[in-house]
């Protein structure tokens, strides 16, 4: 991920594909010009690094010159065209080849064809490295397209967004969702998870997804979701990653809006992890940290204990299940240690003291994110 001014930016295309697609753009234009030698027009500023390798691809003589237009502003596309540098040559009985970095709107393309009016050439064709079909209002015929892109703002090689990200030899695209602080939550039963997750949640305006109770919920209420569950709970069979993970795309839509999520009981496998990547993903966002609350067994052997006295919760009584459920714990936890500590995104906090100090240990973690 990068940043420019004021936006984040995520890969989007490599070197490498651009690289193909200009080489196959260089081919096809070639085949159709032939022996002829050609005019390259290249659209400053944008076009200044497309036509820079598509020459030296080209197999054949050349001639290379440039017309400056200028039509944007920030992220937007405007109807008002600048001409800053027209035609310096005469291109007439030429044939012509139009070379833009991007095709948006095709209100610069209206541009070109206004330029080329007057201008008797013999042929007129117009190559593009990207192009977005769902941005485009025109009908001028697009002879030679190199990668069609979705809708959204990208930068690199070549294109900016107010001046910086030309020289970045990929292409990145604009994340729509703007930083969020996504928390993956853990800590053994009874290290306080749910109470730090409630002063969390409030402190840094985040939404609390505990997995148990989104099942518990979806259920209740015979969600579509909730019923597929629950017909393989019913068979004593593990409900499938991907319906807990439909559920929770269910909540995160929920709260569109938010300034960040924290997952609980969730993930638990590596597969899980990579399936809540691939959904953070989509939503232009990532899991920013795994944040897990550390302490001594023997310490949460007596708070359960304590607790179960008072609760009466069946769990919280007997001692050996009590190790029994943390050794587990502590063996389903290490793989997803391991999963976010190559990416970084560890961050073990000591889970004993009082509440508000180890709010306070919490918040120092999220506050370097
Ligand atoms: P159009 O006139 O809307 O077709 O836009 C053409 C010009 O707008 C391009 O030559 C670029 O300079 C600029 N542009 C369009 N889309 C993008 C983008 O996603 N990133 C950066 N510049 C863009
Ligand atoms: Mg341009």
């Known amino acids: 991920m990068i940043k420019l001014h004021d936006k984040y930016f995520k890969p ?14 260089a081919k096809e234009i070639h085949n159709d ?30 001639e290379v010159t440039f017309i400056k237009l200028a039509s944007y502003e920030g992220v937007k596309s405007t109807e008002d065209i600048q001409r800053l540098i027209g035609l310096t ?19 610069t393309l209206a541009e070109i064809h206004r330029i080329f009016k007057n201008e008797q050439v013999k042929a007129l064709k117009i190559a593009t ?49 703007q930083h969020m602080t996504n928390l993956v939550l853990f800590g053994p039963p009874g290290a306080g998870k749910g109470t730090q997750a409630n002063f969390l949640k409030e402190k840094y305006n985040l939404v609390h997804i505990s997995t148990g109770d989104v099942f518990r919920f979806n259920i209740k209420n015979e969600t579509a ?38 997952f609980d009981g969730f993930p638990r496998t590596n597969a899980q992890a990579e399936a809540l990547d691939i959904l953070m993903d989509a939503k ?27 609760s009466g919760r069946a769990d919280d009584s007997n001692e050996s299940v009590i190790r029994n459920r943390i050794t587990e714990y502590y063996k389903k936890t290490a793989i997803l240690k391991d999963y976010y500590s190559t990416q970084n995104k560890y961050f073990g906090v000591d889970g004993v003291g009082s509440i508000e100090d180890i709010t306070e ?8 994110l």
């Open 225 to 262: 979701l909730g019923m597929l569950a629950k017909s393989y709970m019913d068979k004593g069979e593990l409900v499938p990653d991907q319906v807990t993970i439909d559920m929770l795309n269910a909540e995160v839509e929920k709260n569109a809006d938010a300034n960040g999520f924290i």
């Open 129 to 177: 490295l990207f192009y977005k079909p769902a941005a485009y209002k025109k009908d001028f015929k697009l002879h030679y397209v190199g990668i069609e892109i979705p809708n959204k703002f990208i930068v690199g090689y070549g294109l900016d967004y107010d001046g910086l990200g030309r020289n970045l030899p990929e292409v990145y695209q604009i994340k729509e969702t």
């Open 33 to 62: 010009i032939g022996e002829e030698i050609p005019v390259f027009v290249g659209v400053l500023n944008g076009s200044f690094m497309v036509v820079s390798d598509f020459v030296k691809k080209y197999p054949k003589p050349c």
């Open 89 to 107: 040559q005469d291109l007439k009985g030429r044939t012509v080849v139009i070379l833009e970095d991007i095709i948006d709107t095709g209100n």
């Open 12 to 25: 989007f295309i490599s070197a490498q594909e651009i690289e193909t697609a200009i080489e196959r753009l």
């Open 284 to 310: 232009d966002s990532e899991i920013s940290a795994m944040v897990a609350l550390e302490v001594e067994d023997d310490v949460l052997v007596n708070r359960l204990l304590e607790r179960g006295k008072t």
């Open 361 to 368: 240990r919490l918040s120092k973690v999220i506050d370097t």
